[in-house]
């Protein structure tokens, strides 16, 4: 019995791991390394183990993801992390740089040295009140800059002649100067809304140079149309300001737009002849303002199809207000008219008035309450 039982024993320490056999060190993360020393009791690495830690490192040459930040496809990811400056070391190849919800205060002169392939740069809700007249000389190649929520007083300078889109809302701009956007041929859109810009505050010739298409300018302190905006526009949205009326000369320069946002404002008069000056328009947008009758010129626009006007003081609808008598003169019908909220009795609206909607589900109507 006993020969029997020695024999398994051998057997069994045989299959024992030899100390020599054990796998080597491998380190995945940094937090895997602090465990480890936690386990070690504090201790020092062996020798063979601080070389196997060493191997991890990225080769000399390859940028290091700054700390804190999520570096992957050209991406860098640094939002929510209480930055109170620019980190360094961004990998010189990012396309898209993401530092918004930080505590940024300023841009500094080489804050983005060497990011000469950068596309996009956020820097939504921080800080910023100053910015160095040469922060942005690097950025050869951006097209769009998000600046809103910060502490801005003015539209920063030498931005990068390649900048498309710039979205500069909730700051607290009051001026914007003489050629404030000069350079800036390839600029498509702009969204400045949410700065307390009065209509002095644009100074002649601030939009000088500019071919926009898409401009907002709303919640800010404006009491009439602005002169001089870019006659290139698409988009104008005034919502949510001051204005008291439309004169007759506000919209004279700009032919092509096809969507006028004025929600929101003091509105009681639209000067008769004021939107004939917009063939091409096909959105317009009055409600929630002070008008007491439908705008004149209605059913001379060929291309309207979508008009707003709840939520004002109209207290009747004539039978030709929005649809001409000759069906050969629109050329397109209307899909949106609404008109609820408004002191008049749908009731006593002729049928004939709406002969021009492509959809009864189109008209929005309904009784007015106080």
Not at 147 to 174: A, M, Q, Y
Not at 224 to 250: M, R, T
Not at 270 to 285: D, I, Q
Not at 296 to 321: E, F, T, W
Request: proline content about 7%.
């Amino acid at each position: 019995m006993l020969p029997h039982f020695s024999l398994l024993l051998l057997l069994c320490l045989a299959r024992l791991p030899l100390q020599s056999s054990a796998l080597p060190f491998e380190q995945r993360g940094f937090w895997d390394f602090a465990m480890d020393s936690m386990d070690s009791g504090g201790m020092m690495m062996r020798d063979e183990e601080e070389g196997s830690a060493i191997e991890e490192l990225p080769p000399p040459g390859i940028p290091i993801c700054p700390f804190g930040c999520h570096c992957q496809l050209r991406v860098v990811q640094c939002s929510d992390l209480g930055l109170t400056e620019v980190p360094k070391n961004i990998p010189p190849d990012t396309k898209f740089l993401d530092l918004q919800n930080n505590r940024i205060t300023e841009l500094k002169e080489s804050d983005f040295k060497g990011l000469s392939n950068l596309y996009a740069l956020s820097l939504v809700n921080n800080k910023i009140s100053k910015v160095h007249p040469r922060a942005f000389i690097p950025l050869k190649h951006m097209q769009k800059l998000y600046f809103s929520r910060n502490l801005l007083t003015s539209i920063p300078k030498n931005l990068p002649p390649s900048l498309v889109e710039l979205r500069i809302h909730e700051n607290r701009i009051k001026k914007v100067e003489e050629g404030a956007f000069s350079g800036l041929g390839n600029m498509n859109c702009i969204e400045m809304g949410g700065n307390p810009i009065p209509n002095s505050g644009f100074e002649p010739g601030a939009f000088k140079g500019l071919k926009l298409n898409y401009l907002r300018i709303s919640e800010a302190k404006l009491t009439g149309v602005p002169k001089d905006l870019p006659d290139s526009l698409h988009e104008l949205h005034l919502d949510h300001n001051q204005i008291q009326a439309v004169e007759l000369e506000d919209l004279s320069r700009y032919k092509h737009l096809y969507r006028l946002g004025l929600s929101f404002n003091h509105i009681r008069n639209l000067e008769n002849g004021s939107l004939a000056f917009l063939p091409r328009l096909r959105e317009l947008h009055l409600d929630n303002n002070r008008l007491t009758r439908v705008p004149r010129g209605l059913p001379d626009m060929k291309y309207l199809q979508v008009v707003y006007l709840h939520s004002n003081n109209i207290n009747q609808v004539g039978v030709d207000a929005f649809c001409p008598r000759g069906f050969g003169t629109k050329r397109t019908f209307y899909n949106g008219i609404s008109l609820f909220a408004n002191p008049v009795n749908y009731w006593e609206v002729q049928p004939a008035t709406f002969r021009c909607v492509t959809d009864r589900l189109a008209i929005q109507f309904g009784n007015y309450k106080k």
